[in-house]
């Protein structure tokens, strides 16, 4: 399958732990990354592989996977945080194709 | 520090061909295991893959937008090139141009993007 489900929204309370999910045949062969994107403005990496971070990204910002599940897992959610985001994986044909998810809205209450 | 900017026209009639130029600094295409993807958005829509050059000049496409797509690297002026073909008024978005390390697979950074609007 080349295709990574994602709930459309989800909401957490300021300073909450929010975990975002995606889902997919490639997540059992590969791992997510994960990307943050605000208004007006292009994505931007949060998380990749097993579990790392870009410089520059707090660590309330962390990933994980379990079978053909991959989560974005934020610690403490801040108002900053509120934006859509989106996985991404290699397809799992071994084509090397891509694969991104349709996204998630978070909205930090 | 590595930066990618994309360039083109920002409004082609439909039929028309797209060609959209990603310009890049601080790396090379040469080296090994990275790649340059585009990657568009219509607007208020979700992001979709489009199509990848390798550091080995090895090329993949989206398999739905395979037959109108190309995608050309040029070293020496570190650019990459995508064409598509008979554009439609539903291919109106923001086209980005992202670098791809392939260690794990993910687009590390990504340009600013460029609106293109498909309009007669």
């Known amino acids: 399958s080349s295709e990574l489900t994602q709930d459309p929204a989800v909401s957490v309370a300021l300073g909450q732990t929010v975990r975002i999910t995606c889902q997919g045949d490639?997540?059992?062969?590969?791992?997510a990354s994960w990307y943050q994107q605000k208004p007006g403005q292009a994505p931007a990496l949060v998380v990749y592989?097993?579990?790392s971070r870009p410089s520059g990204i707090p660590d309330r910002f962390s990933g994980s996977k379990s079978g053909n599940t991959a989560s974005l897992i934020i610690t403490g959610a801040q108002a900053e945080d509120e934006a859509d985001y989106y996985c991404?994986?290699?397809?799992?044909?071994?084509?090397?194709?891509?694969?991104f998810g349709g996204g998630t809205k978070l909205t930090v209450l | 520090q590595i930066t990618l900017k994309e360039s083109g026209p920002t409004v082609v009639k439909p039929t028309q061909t797209l060609t959209l130029t990603c310009t890049f600094a601080?790396?090379?295409?040469?080296?090994?295991?990275?790649?340059v993807g585009w990657i568009r958005q219509p607007p208020g829509k979700a992001l979709e893959w489009l199509a990848l050059?390798?550091?080995?000049?090895?090329?993949r496409y989206s398999p739905s937008l395979k037959s109108r797509l190309t995608i050309i690297r040029d070293t020496s002026k570190n650019q990459v090139v995508l064409s598509m073909t008979n554009m439609d008024p539903l291919d109106t978005g923001t086209y980005y141009c992202?670098?791809?390390?392939?260690?794990?697979?993910?687009?590390?950074?990504w340009g600013r993007g460029t609106l293109v609007t498909v309009s007669s």
């Open positions: 992202a670098l791809l390390l392939t260690g794990d697979w993910y687009f590390d950074l």
């Open positions: 601080g790396l090379s295409l040469s080296t090994n295991r990275v790649g």
């Open positions: 050059v390798y550091w080995d000049d090895d090329k």
């Open positions: 490639s997540l059992r062969s590969y791992y």
């Open positions: 592989g097993i579990n």
């Open positions: 991404s994986s290699r397809d799992s044909s071994g084509s090397h194709l891509v694969v």
